[in-house]
């Protein structure tokens, strides 16, 4: 079992950048890739990005490329969703979700692939 915890969220200005973190307990953190969903009122979670299990490989929806980064600390149990450039749309609740896998190189972009997930944090982007 593994349990996430995100925190980072807030208010900024369009422009501005924030950091998420997704921290795990459990001891089979390091045998999950991660990736980070977003849900905006009245819309669907759709997909941000993804790191692998090692960190070594990591995806980006369209709209985070360029302006997101995510990276992870296995060692602390920990994934970080850098946003930079930040737009009102980005405006939502942010979460982050683990499933373990054999492969390090795989991810997943699918909601229903992913068997942990946060409680979320809310970001919020003014214009």
């Known amino acids: 079992q593994v349990q996430l915890v995100e925190s980072g969220g807030g208010l900024v200005q369009a422009g501005g950048s924030l950091r998420l973190s997704c921290v795990a307990s459990g001891s089979t953190f390091s045998r999950c890739y991660v990736g980070w969903f977003r849900q905006a009122p009245g819309k669907e979670r759709e997909f941000v990005g993804a790191?692998?299990?090692?960190?070594?490989?990591?995806y980006y929806t369209d709209s985070a490329k360029g302006r997101f980064t995510i990276s992870r600390d296995n060692a602390k149990n920990t994934v970080y969703l850098q946003m930079n450039s930040l737009k009102p749309e980005d405006t939502a609740v942010y979460y982050c979700?683990?499933?373990?896998?054999?492969?390090?190189?795989?991810?997943?972009?699918?909601?229903?692939?992913?068997?942990?997930w946060g409680q979320g944090t809310q970001v919020t982007v003014s214009s």
């Open positions: 790191v692998s299990r090692s960190g070594t490989s990591t």
């Open positions: 979700a683990a499933r373990s896998s054999y492969n390090p190189s795989y991810y997943s972009n699918r909601v229903y692939d992913y068997g942990f």
